[in-house]
């Protein structure tokens, strides 16, 4: 039997490493955390110091792990914990070596940044002891979450809706979205003109020159007819070449990656959502095939380093070839201390063969392509600008083209919110020289509001404010939508009515804690706390005393959201109010209720909902009239009665006029627990379902929200065992 006993988080990890261990190493796998704080309880008691108790995960496959673990033990005389090299990581190995009772002079903790035989070879060549400072920084960040969570979100299910969270990170992540949003709402657009001269030489090439020039002169033109004037007062010409400027310029490849680029790359170059990236990224680091990928560090590895080189060298010749050392960006250098690269450079992309799902070649191909990239030459640039001159006005055109592409060659950078680069040669210009007018067209311009957000740019925001780290960036992003925080629309996030509620909720009663300066501070903390810099116990125990005092004296001063308007009610005229109800969205009631009743549905927008129509058919529940309305999914008949009746009359199928693949039957449209469909009607003998991408994509979504609300409909909210989600 073998004598050493690995244990690493997941199976796709031990399974490469079996690949190179001996057979004196058995590898399990822990399934990722082994314990928790407990669901329904609070968990943490603060007095003299601060004590968390933690509870064995219930789930099945954690239950299993652990005894496979314990029972392996029993013939191991070495173990080894082997989880990945972070806080998070550092925090599995603790508690399983807690939960088992692992003997420290017989436990090991090997860490390594990249899944390969010889990183493996030397972690296990020199073991060191569990890192406390690292777990202590990750229990801190469990427990201050933990807090806030379980303290202010009852205050949000008392006042605003049910099932609702407030959270460190995610409140002020949710802050951005809404102040973006807030910014775009109260821009005014600002007007300007120019005017474009189609010239020619005399050689008949031709090229477009404006005006006005440069950034300053932008609104000189600000109304069409001044920009009219201006043309027909320079139209007669004579068109001159006043000015030729020519100069080198140069770009600079962008550092390797490091979790929130690589996040920002996939999103604006492969379309790919941050949670996939990451969950793809995960599958390239434990197939041993790319190094850990929560990191922020840009920092290559001295023998990473010499090989890249080489490789450049020997692909694209000594030229292209520039070494390059980019510093480490953030603090909290004792963990992951290296970009994301590939294990071995030497693997180009078209050595994958199966090795990888398709998602995994094309993301292992940008992270080789942005690896190479950064040891290689600068790209250089001829870049030229004209001024031409009619009647005094100078018209401008600039151009440039590319000498030398350099890093170009295998890799183009450009970010979500990056305009296209579009320019091309000029012919060639010399001062003095006479044009040919061919065309002058004035053209109406106005400014335009900030973008809102993708999930990469809000990851690029929240890294530059400091909210967040590599390891709670995907999962904050995704929770604000599976919360129903934020919508997103082609990919742009915008705030639901239920995110922009809390959000002033929490303004306007918490404004410290989802202030982002107050995250980021916090997260400072915690990366002291990693560096041994700091105690635990101190910073918990300020932030539950500070938290809890403000806690109490705001608590009964946070009431029902409601805002006046300048309706009366048709009733009984008195004043009509906004309320936030319960499903998320406003509606008007009379300020008389309840001595008035009078209430009217106002939809995501603001706009009344139309009053249902009768039908004239009574509820075969209540008796009540049946009326039309509108839901989520689209038209239904239900009981006038509702809330009270909830009846909904089932509609017979609608056919589609398609037949089933698998049986031959019609298909039918139909309503399911995440939307309508398309199915067969012989169901359910056969199941078949029309896959759309709508369909699966809303289904995924409506999975996993069932499973974050189930447990938060309980006493607590949910305190998952992943790593992020009360944050
Ligand atoms: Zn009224
Ligand atoms: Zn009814
Ligand atoms: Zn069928």
């Given at each position: 039997?073998?004598?050493?006993l690995?244990?690493?988080e997941?199976?796709?990890?031990?399974?490469?490493?079996?690949?190179y261990?001996?057979?004196?190493?058995?590898?399990?796998?822990?399934?990722?955390?082994?314990?928790d704080?407990p669901?329904?309880d609070?968990?943490?008691?603060?007095?003299?110091?601060v004590?968390?108790?933690?509870?064995?995960?219930?789930?099945a496959?954690?239950?299993?792990?652990?005894?496979?673990?314990?029972?392996?033990?029993?013939?191991?005389?070495?173990?080894w914990?082997?989880?990945?090299?972070?806080r998070?990581?550092?925090?599995?190995?603790w508690?399983?070596?807690?939960?088992?009772?692992?003997?420290p002079?017989?436990?090991?903790?090997?860490?390594?940044?990249?899944?390969?035989?010889?990183?493996?070879?030397?972690a296990f060549?020199?073991p060191?002891?569990?890192d406390m400072?690292?777990?202590?920084?990750?229990q801190?960040?469990?427990?201050?979450?933990?807090?806030v969570?379980y303290k202010?979100?009852?205050?949000?299910?008392?006042?605003?809706?049910?099932?609702?969270?407030?959270g460190?990170?995610?409140?002020?992540a949710?802050?951005?979205?809404?102040?973006?949003?807030r910014?775009i709402?109260?821009?005014?657009?600002?007007e300007?003109?120019?005017?474009?001269?189609?010239l020619?030489t005399?050689?008949?090439d031709e090229f477009?020159?404006?005006?006005?020039?440069g950034e300053?002169?932008?609104?000189?033109?600000?109304n069409e007819?001044?920009?009219s004037?201006?043309?027909?007062?320079?139209?007669?010409g004579?068109?001159t070449?006043?000015?030729?400027?020519?100069?080198?310029?140069?770009?600079k490849?962008?550092a390797?990656f490091?979790?929130?680029?690589?996040?920002?790359?996939?999103?604006?170059?492969?379309g790919?959502?941050?949670?996939?990236?990451?969950?793809?990224?995960q599958s390239?680091?434990?197939?041993?095939?790319?190094?850990?990928?929560r990191?922020?560090?840009?920092?290559?590895?001295?023998?990473?380093?010499?090989?890249?080189?080489?490789?450049v060298k020997?692909?694209?010749?000594?030229?292209?070839h520039?070494?390059?050392?980019?510093?480490?960006?953030t603090?909290?250098?004792?963990?992951?201390?290296?970009?994301i690269?590939?294990?071995a450079?030497?693997?180009?992309?078209?050595?994958?063969?199966?090795?990888?799902?398709a998602?995994g070649l094309?993301l292992y191909?940008m992270?080789?392509?942005r690896?190479?990239?950064s040891q290689?030459?600068?790209?250089?640039?001829d870049?030229?600008s004209?001024?031409?001159?009619s009647?005094?006005?100078?018209f401008r055109?600039?151009?440039?083209?590319?000498k030398?592409?350099?890093?170009?060659?295998?890799?183009?950078?450009?970010?979500?919110d990056?305009?296209?680069?579009?320019?091309g040669?000029?012919?060639?210009?010399?001062?003095?020289?006479?044009?040919?007018l061919?065309?002058?067209?004035?053209?109406?311009h106005?400014?335009?509001?900030?973008?809102?957000?993708?999930?990469?740019?809000?990851?690029?925001?929240m890294?530059?404010?400091g909210?967040?780290?590599?390891?709670?960036?995907?999962?904050?992003?995704?929770?604000?939508?599976?919360?129903?925080?934020?919508?997103?629309?082609?990919?742009r996030?915008?705030?639901?009515?239920?995110?922009?509620?809390?959000?002033?909720?929490?303004?306007?009663h918490?404004?410290?804690?989802?202030?982002a300066?107050?995250?980021?501070r916090?997260?400072?903390?915690?990366?002291?706390?990693?560096?041994?810099?700091?105690?635990?116990?101190?910073?918990?125990?300020?932030?539950?005393?500070?938290?809890t005092?403000?806690?109490a004296?705001?608590?009964?001063?946070?009431?029902?959201?409601?805002?006046?308007?300048?309706?009366?009610?048709?009733?009984?005229?008195?004043?009509?109010?906004?309320?936030?109800?319960k499903?998320?969205l406003?509606?008007?009631s009379?300020?008389?209720?309840?001595?008035?009743?009078w209430s009217?549905?106002l939809?995501?927008?603001?706009?009344?909902?139309?009053?249902?129509?009768?039908?004239?058919?009574p509820?075969?529940?209540?008796?009540?009239?049946?009326?039309?309305?509108?839901g989520?999914?689209?038209?239904?008949?239900?009981?006038s009665?509702?809330?009270?009746?909830?009846?909904?009359k089932?509609?017979?199928?609608?056919?589609?006029?398609?037949?089933?693949?698998?049986?031959?039957?019609?298909?039918?449209e139909?309503?399911?627990?995440?939307?309508?469909f398309?199915?067969?009607?012989?169901?359910?003998?056969?199941k078949?379902?029309?896959?759309?991408k709508?369909?699966?994509?809303?289904?995924?979504t409506?999975?996993?929200?069932?499973?974050?609300?189930?447990?938060a409909?309980?006493?607590?909210?949910?305190?998952?065992?992943?790593?992020?989600?009360?944050s």
């Amino acid at each position: 039997l073998p004598k050493n006993l690995v244990i690493v988080e997941s199976p796709a990890k031990a399974k490469t490493i079996e690949r190179y261990m001996g057979k004196d190493y058995r590898v399990l796998a822990s399934m990722g955390h082994v314990r928790d704080l407990p669901k329904s309880d609070f968990g943490i008691e603060v007095n003299g110091g601060v004590k968390l108790s933690y509870k064995a995960l219930e789930q099945a496959n954690s239950k299993k792990a652990v005894t496979a673990i314990r029972k392996a033990l029993k013939d191991a005389e070495t173990v080894w914990l082997a989880p990945d090299p972070d806080r998070e990581g550092e925090a599995i190995a603790w508690h399983i070596a807690e939960l088992v009772k692992l003997k420290p002079e017989s436990t090991r903790r090997v860490a390594f940044n990249e899944i390969t035989k010889k990183a493996i070879t030397e972690a296990f060549d020199s073991p060191r002891s569990i890192d406390m400072s690292l777990v202590d920084a990750q229990q801190a960040r469990r427990a201050v979450d933990r807090i806030v969570g379980y303290k202010l979100s009852p205050l949000l299910w008392r006042t605003v809706g049910p099932n609702l969270s407030a959270g460190r990170v995610q409140s002020a992540a949710l802050l951005l979205v809404v102040q973006r949003e807030r910014e775009i709402r109260a821009f005014r657009a600002r007007e300007f003109w120019d005017i474009s001269a189609r010239l020619a030489t005399d050689e008949e090439d031709e090229f477009v020159a404006v005006h006005p020039v440069g950034e300053k002169q932008k609104f000189s033109l600000d109304n069409e007819a001044g920009a009219s004037e201006l043309t027909e007062r320079v139209r007669p010409g004579p068109w001159t070449v006043a000015a030729v400027r020519k100069s080198e310029r140069t770009r600079k490849p962008p550092a390797p990656f490091r979790t929130s680029t690589l996040q920002q790359a996939a999103s604006s170059k492969l379309g790919f959502p941050t949670w996939k990236t990451m969950k793809v990224a995960q599958s390239l680091y434990e197939g041993g095939h790319i190094t850990y990928m929560r990191t922020d560090s840009t920092n290559i590895s001295q023998e990473a380093h010499g090989d890249i080189g080489r490789a450049v060298k020997e692909q694209f010749g000594e030229h292209y070839h520039r070494a390059r050392q980019f510093a480490a960006k953030t603090k909290g250098a004792q963990e992951a201390h290296e970009a994301i690269r590939p294990a071995a450079i030497a693997k180009a992309p078209g050595d994958m063969g199966g090795e990888t799902s398709a998602d995994g070649l094309r993301l292992y191909e940008m992270v080789w392509q942005r690896t190479m990239a950064s040891q290689m030459a600068d790209a250089v640039y001829d870049a030229t600008s004209v001024d031409v001159d009619s009647r005094g006005v100078t018209f401008r055109a600039t151009g440039q083209i590319l000498k030398f592409d350099g890093y170009l060659r295998v890799y183009l950078d450009k970010a979500d919110d990056e305009p296209d680069d579009v320019e091309g040669l000029l012919p060639d210009l010399s001062e003095g020289q006479a044009l040919d007018l061919r065309s002058l067209d004035p053209e109406q311009h106005f400014t335009q509001p900030p973008p809102r957000f993708t999930e990469a740019t809000l990851v690029k925001e929240m890294e530059r404010l400091g909210i967040g780290r590599p390891s709670t960036y995907s999962p904050t992003v995704q929770l604000l939508s599976t919360r129903e925080y934020v919508r997103s629309e082609s990919r742009r996030l915008f705030p639901t009515a239920r995110g922009e509620v809390v959000t002033d909720l929490l303004e306007a009663h918490f404004p410290d804690f989802v202030d982002a300066s107050f995250t980021a501070r916090m997260e400072d903390e915690l990366d002291e706390i990693a560096e041994g810099d700091k105690q635990m116990v101190p910073v918990v125990r300020q932030f539950f005393d500070s938290f809890t005092a403000h806690l109490a004296e705001q608590k009964d001063k946070i009431t029902r959201p409601e805002r006046p308007t300048d309706k009366t009610c048709p009733e009984c005229e008195r004043p009509v109010v906004e309320k936030f109800g319960k499903h998320g969205l406003w509606f008007l009631s009379c300020s008389g209720w309840p001595d008035c009743k009078w209430s009217q549905q106002l939809d995501e927008s603001g706009e009344p909902l139309p009053d249902p129509e009768g039908t004239g058919e009574p509820c075969p529940r209540c008796s009540s009239e049946l009326v039309a309305k509108s839901g989520r999914f689209g038209p239904f008949v239900g009981c006038s009665n509702y809330p009270t009746c909830k009846y909904i009359k089932k509609e017979p199928p609608k056919e589609t006029g398609e037949s089933c693949p698998d049986c031959g039957e019609p298909l039918v449209e139909r309503r399911g627990r995440f939307g309508p469909f398309v199915g067969c009607s012989n169901y359910p003998k056969c199941k078949y379902i029309k896959k759309d991408k709508k369909t699966t994509a809303r289904k995924k979504t409506g999975a996993r929200k069932k499973t974050t609300r189930k447990p938060a409909a309980k006493k607590a909210p949910a305190a998952s065992s992943s790593s992020g989600t009360e944050s």
